[in-house]
């Protein structure tokens, strides 16, 4: 047979001398017991000795964690901890920013942009400690239940300082403790939430108070 004398020869010729495969490679998962036998690190241990210290050597009959064995040591569980509530702080401190820009325009006031973000800066430590101890005990009752007299209380007030009170009060008070209803509605349950909210509504409307 002569040579292939150019590319479309050379690629025929590959194709011809090909030969077809019939193996069958089985799709399974990998056994997960613990091997009886000796592993690859305990043979080239017994034919050098010095190179692998003793108490260095894993063992055959050594057990592997599982899964359900596995813990989280305690400083990877604070600092995912803090990520997750640095995570949450921010966007009460913008709410609270913009809460304090609302009620100045509101008012027909200045905005004073330095005091503004000044006051909630100094805020953004308070949410984070809040955050940080309450938020990953969310689901207790006696958390839903602190979540709810807040969410009452902050609604309530600022149903009635809105409508009652003066403006200088309103503009001091109105950024912080609304923040806090949102928040405390955000982590109640569905329920909870909507029945707080039921009865802020109930106090808006026996006290016959407007929104505007």
């Known amino acids: 047979m002569s040579a292939p004398r150019n590319r479309k020869e050379r690629r025929a010729q590959s194709k011809a001398q090909q030969q077809p495969t019939d193996i069958n490679f089985p799709l399974a998962q990998p056994p997960r017991q613990i091997p009886t036998h000796k592993t690859l690190y305990e043979i080239a241990s017994s034919h050098h000795p ?3 210290p003793a108490d260095q050597r894993p063992s055959s009959s050594s057990t592997t964690p599982s899964p359900d064995t596995t813990t989280i040591s305690p400083p990877e569980t604070i600092l995912s901890t803090l990520a997750d509530s640095l995570l949450q ?60 007299t807040v969410s009452i209380a902050a609604g309530c007030w600022l149903v ?35 029945a707080c909210l039921g009865l802020v509504g109930i106090f808006f409307w026996w006290g016959e108070y407007t929104i505007f």
């Open 89 to 148: 702080t921010l966007p009460l401190t913008a709410l609270h920013f913009t809460l304090d820009v609302l009620v100045h325009s509101q008012y027909a006031q200045q905005i004073a942009w330095r005091t503004i973000t000044t006051r909630a800066l100094a805020t953004f430590p308070a949410l984070l400690l809040l955050v940080y101890i309450l938020h990953p005990r969310a689901q207790y009752a006696l958390t839903q239940a602190f979540f709810a």
């Open 50 to 52: 010095t190179a692998f």
């Open 160 to 194: 009635h300082s809105s409508n009652r009170e003066a403006y200088f009060a309103v503009m001091k008070r109105a950024p912080p403790l609304g923040t806090l209803w949102v928040w405390s509605v955000v982590e109640m349950r569905v329920g909870v939430g909507v």
